[in-house]
């Protein structure tokens, strides 16, 4: 079985400082790892993901994500938020147990305060 | 313009009133989905489909029904809808199961 865990439900952060929302799994098999971002009355969207090669992966808008096997863990960052990343985001894992199958995380929801 | 369109985007009804909510991709993925999102609970996927004709169940399956008689499509079924369903419902699409998926604008249903 998959799991998902994301230890903040919420962030609240001042306007260019760091950031990091943490996401812990766990699975038997392999798995392929994601981080979507969800703006204000609208759908998911892929802000990056993890599927196989360099253990840490980059969005186009300056967010990156490390993939930690040992610690089961896929933790994003952002070394300077702005107000438009205020938002929900959501983790999430694949593996293939038969199928593919995909479990979300709770999410966490970050708010930037000027 | 690729995407993935979901009908109807609204819907109110009534407990045992068969619904379906329709779902459709442009993009020849192999690969569709559906999820419902409620508040602290994130997304739970509900059903998923490898390719035409074949569909497995996900982690809340219960009460729901689907289908993949063609690719492009892959509509949600509620037989007999209860008010324990209400929720706001995505469908997704991905050239393969492993890969990123692409979401609709999500149907947002009430059961009274």
């Known amino acids: 079985a998959q799991s998902v865990t994301q230890l903040d439900s919420q962030v609240p952060v001042f306007e260019e400082a760091p950031v990091e929302l943490r996401c812990n799994y766990s699975s038997s098999v392999s798995v392929y790892l994601f981080w979507y971002v969800q703006y204000p009355n609208q759908g998911l969207q892929l802000l990056l993901k993890y599927l196989s090669g360099s253990t840490l992966v980059e969005s186009i808008n300056g967010f990156e994500a490390e993939f930690n096997k040992s610690q089961t863990s896929f933790h994003l960052r952002k070394p300077s938020v702005h107000i438009s990343d205020t938002a929900e985001y959501f983790c999430a894992v694949s593996g293939n147990t038969g199928g593919f199958k995909t479990i979300f995380g709770a999410g966490t929801r970050l708010f930037v305060k000027a | ?112």
């Not at chain 2, 068969?18 to 020849?28: A, E, G």
């Not at chain 2, 559906?34 to 489909?49: A, C, F, N, T």
């Not at chain 2, 995505?90 to 199961?97: E, I, L, M, N, V």
Request: hydrophobic share 30%.
């Open chain 2, 1 to 112: 313009e690729a995407q993935v369109t979901q009908n109807p985007r609204y819907l109110i009804t009534v407990t045992g009133k068969k619904l379906t909510v329709t779902c459709s991709q442009n993009m020849n993925h192999e690969y569709m989905s559906w999820y419902r999102q409620d508040p602290g609970l994130g997304l739970r996927q509900i059903y998923y489909s490898m390719n035409v004709e074949v569909t497995d169940k996900g982690d809340v399956p219960e009460g729901y029904k689907v289908s993949r008689k063609e690719k492009r499509n892959f509509p949600l079924i509620l037989e007999s809808p209860s008010p324990n369903q209400t929720s706001l419902y995505f469908c997704a699409s991905s050239p393969q199961g492993w890969e990123t998926q692409y979401f609709g604008p999500g149907t947002r249903l009430l059961v009274l």
